[in-house]
């Protein structure tokens, strides 16, 4: 079957919404080590748009800062401009979210009308407009979780608004994918299991660092490899259960160091089992990238671990996991042996 043409300028639209998507998670990590996440308490998605405006404007809002648990139980001494320092990251995020959906809109709106966005891929980002709009929504769930009694967010939805990000980026990329890369691959063997395992593991330990970060876990015990030398916490044995464990932060912050020698292990695995295989260029300068950014990941956990998570490092280390992740996704495309195109 001939493979369908489609006008480069998707994309590169596409790509333009990976790196945003990735500029959020960067502006959501700074959000959320500098303490800023729960500084704007409504969510207005028109009339939120503008900041402040004037003096009165920015007392206004502050004012309602003060009628939620964060300022009366933590940031009781925070005067305006201190308030100010942390509105301004939030609102930059929820700014760029904001525009992050217009970027998407637009172009889609001006492609179907020029009758560009047919078959599977139509579908395709119907799909990523209805992840954005859930990503958005799961953004204001998990504020809303911190505007309580205990104002902190709860780890679990942070969790789930990241993965919803993701999702996003994986799904965006994939279809990139689809649009750019040859349908005639050689498969070889049951690698494409062992990308699948390594892509679920990688996941699952960015699930992991979210709970942390949730929990802000990170600052439990700053030591490697012992936590405060011992293997395990001994004060914590006989207190955790089934069903309590992924509540506590030393217990999570254990796990998460663990799984990443899982990960490093798996990734050393695949590249090992991929010498041996006929791939393709793409495939093997991506394996070598993967290999890369896993090696890198676990230098930049453990400094930032060592360093009490400084805000630079912390980023940094979100920022590669994202880009593990990609890699990862774009490796069981590349071995998966089947394109979308080939539904067209």
Do not use: C
Not at 70 to 86: H, R, S, T, V
Not at 269 to 288: D, I, P, T, V
Not at 311 to 320: A, D, E, F, I
């Amino acid at each position: 079957m001939q493979q369908t043409k489609y006008n480069p300028a998707i994309v590169w639209w596409l790509m333009s919404g990976v790196l945003l998507i990735l500029a959020m998670v960067v502006i959501g990590g700074i959000t959320r080590l500098t303490g800023s996440g729960l500084s704007i308490v409504e969510w207005n998605v028109i009339s939120g748009t503008l900041p402040p405006l004037n003096e009165q404007a920015w007392l206004v809002a502050f004012e309602k800062y003060k009628q939620f648990p964060e300022y009366q139980k933590l940031n009781y001494n925070m005067d305006l401009a201190g308030f100010k320092n942390i509105f301004w990251w939030e609102y930059v995020h929820r700014l760029l979210g904001r525009t992050t959906g217009l970027v998407f809109i637009v172009p889609f709106l001006y492609f179907f009308a020029k009758k560009q966005l047919t078959g599977w891929l139509f579908g395709r980002l119907l799909f990523i407009l209805l992840l954005g709009m859930a990503q958005g929504l799961m953004g204001w769930v998990m504020v809303k979780s911190g505007l309580s009694e205990n104002p902190h967010v709860s780890h679990y939805r942070l969790a789930a608004h990241l993965l919803l990000a993701l999702t996003l980026i994986g799904v965006i990329l994939w279809t990139i994918a689809d649009l750019t890369m040859d349908k005639r691959r050689y498969v070889p063997g049951n690698l494409t299991i062992v990308a699948k395992v390594v892509l679920a593991a990688v996941l699952i330990q960015i699930v992991l660092g979210a709970f942390v970060a949730g929990l802000k876990a990170g600052f439990s015990f700053n030591t490697y490899p012992l936590m405060g030398g011992e293997f395990f916490p001994s004060y914590l044995k006989g207190e955790l259960t089934f069903f309590n464990f992924l509540d506590n932060g030393v217990t999570v912050q254990f796990i998460h160091r663990w799984v990443a020698i899982v990960v490093l292990l798996s990734v050393i695995y695949f590249w090992y089992r991929s010498r041996a295989e006929k791939l393709q260029q793409k495939s093997k300068q991506l394996m070598n990238i993967l290999v890369l950014a896993i090696l890198v990941q676990m230098g930049l956990g453990i400094a930032t671990l060592i360093l009490a998570v400084p805000v630079s490092l912390g980023v940094l280390h979100q920022v590669v996991a994202v880009a593990l992740f990609s890699v990862s996704v774009l490796l069981v495309h590349q071995l998966s042996g089947k394109a979308a195109l080939e539904k067209v």
